[in-house]
């Protein structure tokens, strides 16, 4: 298993103009509901930057911003986040406004430099974390974190839950408002931001290692099978890992993917858990531009029946 011969790998093979390709990721990003499921393949990276600092405004919907940091992520496109980092205007007076920032933030942290991650961090901690809103848009907050992992601590918005978690228990036997909202905030405490700074503290453990002392954690984040196996970190590890295979040496990631398909093999797994597993890793190292075993392709084509929308893939057959 390996390659006969070496071919570039590339984040897409651009099959659609530019008008089409804008057309595509315009639709993903503004679409809502009615956009597609997932990043478009096949558009020029340049034009999935043109349509965000074109069409991306500051008082775009937090759904877009979403959106594009998707689009960013499949696409690499950096490039764009000085244009989202101009729509933080510290006047956030809704949940929507500090959503829309927290993504704004995620990118930041995703793409910025070291001076652009340490004032996401810091206008987290100075504007998003004391806001009254942000109590509805604490899923929004968690990633903020995770994304800011190099440049943010979770102290100040851990201190503010706690506040928050103590202020609601004097008054949650007075009514069943008071009762839902510290059982909200208490759990919250107790099981998401926990598992959040476990996630803050693992995400830069593996950032500071060479790719050769974390790829197989990071196949293991990506196929799902690690305990900080949560969406965001699945597309970080699966970002590091495309990286490592454009960037630094290709036939230890292809390496690693073929034995998580012999563990998954080994595992004797039910049928549907199974192909989803085999799917993904299948997928992932002939997106990377290598080539499957005669047994592995026969899991391949087993497999395939399951479906699936992966990040390392292309949507080519």
């Given at each position: 298993m390996g390659t006969a011969s070496v071919r570039e790998i590339s984040i897409t093979l651009v099959r659609y103009s530019k008008p089409e390709g804008a057309q595509r990721i315009r639709g993903f990003i503004f679409g809502g509901a009615y956009g597609p499921p997932r990043v478009p393949r096949g558009i020029d990276p340049e034009v999935?930057?043109?349509?965000?600092?074109?069409?991306?405004?500051?008082?775009?919907?937090?759904?877009?911003?979403?959106?594009?940091?998707?689009?960013?992520?499949?696409?690499?496109?950096?490039?764009?986040v000085p244009h989202m980092m101009a729509a933080l205007t510290s006047k956030?007076?809704?949940?929507?406004?500090?959503?829309?920032?927290?993504?704004?933030?995620?990118?930041?942290?995703?793409?910025?430099?070291?001076?652009?991650?340490?004032?996401?961090?810091?206008?987290?901690?100075?504007?998003?974390?004391?806001?009254?809103?942000?109590?509805?848009?604490?899923?929004?907050m968690l990633e903020a974190l995770v994304a800011l992992s190099l440049s943010a601590s979770p102290a100040k918005f851990g201190q503010r839950i706690q506040n928050e978690t103590a202020k609601n228990a004097e008054s949650r036997n007075a009514s069943e408002e008071g009762m839902r909202n510290y059982e909200r905030l208490a759990s919250f405490q107790r099981n998401?931001?926990?598992?959040?700074?476990?996630?803050?503290?693992?995400?830069?453990?593996?950032?500071?290692?060479?790719?050769?002392?974390?790829?197989?954690?990071?196949?293991?984040?990506?196929?799902?099978?690690?305990?900080?196996?949560?969406?965001?970190?699945?597309?970080?590890?699966?970002?590091?890992?495309?990286?490592?295979?454009?960037?630094?040496?290709?036939?230890?990631?292809?390496?690693?993917?073929?034995?998580?398909?012999?563990?998954?093999?080994a595992q004797k797994l039910p049928e549907t858990p199974s192909n989803i597993l085999t799917l993904r890793a299948a997928q992932a190292i002939l997106y990377l531009q290598g080539t499957l075993s005669p047994q592995h392709k026969a899991m391949y084509e087993k497999a395939k029946k399951v479906g699936g929308m992966n990040f390392l893939w292309d949507d080519l057959g």
């Open positions: 999935v930057s043109a349509v965000i600092r074109e069409d991306l405004k500051p008082d775009s919907s937090p759904g877009g911003y979403e959106k594009a940091l998707e689009a960013m992520r499949f696409y690499e496109r950096g490039d764009v956030e007076t809704d949940a929507s406004d500090v959503s829309r920032s927290a993504y704004i933030l995620q990118a930041a942290g995703d793409f910025g430099t070291e001076e652009i991650s340490h004032r996401a961090a810091q206008y987290l901690d100075a504007t998003l974390v004391p806001n009254p809103a942000t109590l509805d848009a604490l899923p929004q998401d931001l926990r598992k959040t700074v476990s996630t803050m503290d693992n995400r830069k453990r593996l950032a500071s290692l060479q790719p050769d002392y974390r790829r197989a954690e990071l196949v293991q984040i990506y196929l799902g099978q690690s305990p900080f196996s949560t969406a965001q970190m699945e597309t970080w590890a699966a970002r590091l890992l495309r990286a490592e295979a454009m960037t630094y040496a290709r036939e230890p990631v292809y390496a690693e993917f073929a034995r998580a398909m012999d563990i998954i093999a």
